[in-house]
T-cell receptor
Framework: QKEVEQNSGPLSVPEGAIASLNCTYSDRGSQSFFWYRQYSGKSPELIMSIYSNGDKEDGRFTAQLNKASQYVSLLIRDSQPSDSATYLC??????????????FGTGTRLKVLA | GAVVSQHPSRVICKSGTSVKIECRSL??????MFWYRQFPKQSLMLMAT?????????EQGVEKDKFLINHASLTLSTLTVTSAHPEDSSFYIC????FGQGAHQPQHFGDGTRLSIL
């Protein structure tokens, strides 16, 4: 069973701090990973994608991928209360009848305290 | 770019009614779309993968006669919940993956449909 695992949290950080969200995966064949933010009652919103080892930065967000250790992380700098949401890690995997699908983690709930 | 439109955003109807939900990719073509269901405080659950011009692939435990999927064009997939009952009340979300742009493309999600069956 191919899996993506995340700590469900909640992860509480003070406003202005760095929030660090982590994700591990079991399928060494997975090549691409994605971080989504989901506010309560809303659908997921894509934040970052990463498929090369190392860091990828976009504004206050940095995604990190380490294929040897099979983990993906998301750093949020200068965290704001508006960043409070559930963050989902996903990777392509699971070949069902020749069609690939996302393997989602359960999500980490982030609370940024004002 | 990569906008997915889902309609309607909310449906309230009586038990026994059939409900159709549309998912459109507005600025890209998608041979593959995905339908998810999410109950409160739970993770997204993939229901089925919708393939343009062919039958959908359903996840284990999802009744294909209950949840009818049609993917008639490269920009439109529909999910019909037939004879809906209160236990079908949930948040239904579609997503689409751009066609022909390599293995690293993400899924783009619609805004979701909140279905309430009375």
């Amino acid at each position: 069973q191919k899996e993506v695992e995340q700590n469900s949290g909640p992860l509480s950080v003070p406003e202005g701090a760095i929030a660090s969200l982590n994700c591990t995966y079991s399928d060494r064949g997975s090549q691409s990973f994605f971080w989504y933010r989901q506010y309560s009652g809303k659908s997921p919103e894509l934040i970052m994608s990463i498929y090369s080892n190392g860091d990828k930065e976009d504004g206050r967000f940095t995604a990190q991928l380490n294929k040897a250790s099979q983990y993906v992380s998301l750093l949020i700098r200068d965290s704001q209360p508006s960043d409070s949401a559930t963050y989902l890690c996903a990777g392509w995997g699971g070949n069902t009848s020749g069609t690939y699908k996302y393997i989602f983690g359960t999500g980490t709930r982030l609370k940024v305290l004002a | 770019g990569a906008v997915v439109s889902q309609h309607p955003s909310r449906v309230i109807c009586k038990s026994g009614t059939s409900v159709k939900i549309e998912c459109r990719s507005l600025d890209f073509q998608a041979t593959t779309m995905f339908w998810y269901r999410q109950f409160p405080k739970q993770s997204l659950m993939l229901m089925a993968t919708s393939n343009e011009g062919s039958k959908a692939t359903y996840e284990q435990g999802v009744e294909k006669d209950k949840f009818l999927i049609n993917h008639a064009s490269l920009t439109l997939s529909t999910l019909t919940v037939t004879s809906a009952h209160p236990e079908d009340s949930s948040f239904y979300i579609c997503s689409a993956r751009p066609f022909g742009q390599g293995a690293h493309q993400p899924q783009h999600f619609g805004d979701g449909t909140r279905l309430s069956i009375l």
